[in-house]
């Protein structure tokens, strides 16, 4: 079974940076067939990809973010981390982080982690 | 890469059957999952490969896909069904509905 957990700033200023971590357990997280993977959800809306990193370093990003996101892997802690640069209100979310398994399913979701872009 | 297309809003009484569609036009090659998501909650997996159901989850769930159409079915809605409920599929990137709120009167 495998678990995650989100962690960093609740709160980060307009045109900053966000930072992320995944912490992973209860499976390892250089499973192959595995992508590691963040997605947020603004208040009372729907789902939206961000981007996923296997762990030979390979990534995937949703067009849509201008290539603002960067998702990183380190085996060594079983984390996985996202930053989003020059951030606006519009990326205020909860984030989740999640594995996408083999079935291309995402079958295992963090908590989820509410972060606010304000001054 | 496509959007996925889901009704809004969806309203049945206890016991009837709720089908659910998610509707792309180049969706037929593609694998679909189903997720539910209660409100605070994270999402959970309910339905893979179309119509595969992950171990845990009631076999009131269930998926098919024909063409540009996917389908959640959930046999006997109970109240415990009231959530919103995602499509997503992978086509080089991957790709959400934009959820449909299923109310049980």
């Known amino acids: 079974q495998v678990q995650l957990q989100e962690s960093g700033p609740g709160l980060v200023k307009p045109s900053q940076t966000l930072s992320l971590t995944c912490s992973v357990s209860?499976?390892?997280?250089?499973?192959?067939?595995?992508?590691w993977s963040w997605i947020r959800q603004p208040a009372g809306k729907g789902l939206e990809w961000i981007g996923y990193?296997?762990?030979?370093?390979?990534?995937n990003y949703n067009a849509s973010l201008k290539s603002r996101a960067t998702i990183a892997v380190d085996t060594s802690t079983k984390q996985f981390s996202l930053k989003l640069n020059s951030v606006t209100a519009a990326d205020t979310a909860v984030y989740f982080c999640?594995?996408?398994?083999?079935?291309?399913?995402?079958?295992?979701w963090g908590q989820g982690i509410l972060v606010t872009v304000s001054s | 890469s496509f959007d996925l297309t889901q009704p809004t809003s969806l309203s049945v009484f206890p016991g009837q059957t709720t089908t659910i569609t998610c509707s792309a036009s180049?969706?037929?090659?593609?694998?679909t999952s189903w997720y539910q998501q209660k409100p605070g909650q994270s999402p959970l997996l309910i339905i893979y490969?179309?119509?595969k159901r992950p171990s845990g989850i009631s076999e009131r769930f269930s998926g098919s896909h024909s063409g540009p159409t996917a389908t959640l079915t959930i046999s006997g809605t109970q109240p415990m069904d009231e959530a919103d409920y995602f499509c997503?599929?992978?086509?080089?990137?991957?790709?959400f509905g934009g959820g449909t709120k299923l109310t049980v009167l």
């Open positions: 997503q599929a992978w086509d080089s990137s991957v790709v």
């Open positions: 209860g499976d390892s997280i250089i499973t192959g067939s595995s992508f």
């Open positions: 999640a594995r996408l398994g083999p079935q291309l399913a995402f079958d295992f």
């Open positions: 990193i296997s762990v030979s370093g390979t990534t």
């Open positions: 180049d969706l037929g090659d593609k694998y």
């Open positions: 490969e179309d119509h």
